[in-house]
């Protein structure tokens, strides 16, 4: 079977939205504001953008508002018209999906249950605020497993009814990009994913 490319995939829905004559409504899980800011720049000409910010799995408090007052500064002073949503932290929610999997490498089950916690949050505001789309921002890092995001986005739209737009931030030079725009806006690049392990394992 061949691999997809999820980056044509895109294409071809936004190709197909703009022969509708029509801006679709996207709630766009983000995981930080460098990772969001290629997406938006790439993004904002054919969506009307609803930025979700929901982390459970970042370890503290205070990393968790860095993050996100880096979100909300890049947004103001890029113009990006993006809205932002901030959710409250919920560490709680992640311990839960990781027990029993602490000991697992970066990039394994763990990751993926994290992904699926974070991306099914996104798919339930989505449905309930009748948004057109949902994606996330996670498939840019080179380190994330497109595939799986992918997989997820579209068990969680046939679950909650709301169509999952298909991406692989990273193509294109996206990851690239994303260092470029960080470095212009002197953004915080954190180097390591957010949780206590990933922290451990840097």
Same mark, same amino acid.
């Given at each position: 079977?061949?691999? +997809?490319? *999820?980056? !044509? #995939?895109?294409? %071809?829905? $936004?190709?197909? #939205?703009?022969g509708l004559g029509? !801006? @679709? +409504?996207?709630?766009?899980?983000?995981c930080c504001a460098p990772c969001s800011s290629y997406v938006q720049e790439y993004l904002t000409p054919y969506?009307? $953008?609803?930025?979700? *910010? *929901? %982390? @459970? %799995?970042?370890d503290s408090e205070e #990393? *968790?508002?860095h993050r996100s007052d880096e979100l909300e500064r890049l947004v103001r002073e890029a113009g990006f018209p993006s809205k932002v949503v901030i959710c409250d932290h919920d560490p709680e929610s992640f311990e839960r999906i990781a027990r029993g999997f602490e000991d697992e490498k970066e990039g394994g089950a763990r990751c993926r249950r994290c992904y699926e916690l974070r991306m099914r949050k996104a798919a339930e505001y989505a449905a309930e605020g009748g948004f057109d789309f949902f994606t996330t921002t996670l498939s840019?890092? @080179?380190h994330k497993n497109a595939d799986w995001i992918n997989e997820i986005g579209e068990a969680l739209a046939a679950e909650y009814g709301v169509a999952h737009l298909p991406s692989d931030f990273k193509k294109r030079n996206g990851f690239k990009r994303s260092i470029e725009l960080s470095e212009e806006y002197g953004l915080y690049r954190q180097d390591y994913c957010g949780c206590r392990m990933s922290r451990r394992d840097r």
């Open positions: 079977m061949d691999k +997809r490319n *999820y980056q !044509k #995939e895109l294409d %071809n829905v $936004i190709l197909k #939205e703009k029509r !801006k @679709p +409504r996207l709630l766009l899980h983000v969506f009307e $953008i609803t930025l979700f *910010y *929901y %982390n @459970p %799995n970042i #990393e *968790y508002r840019i890092s @080179p």
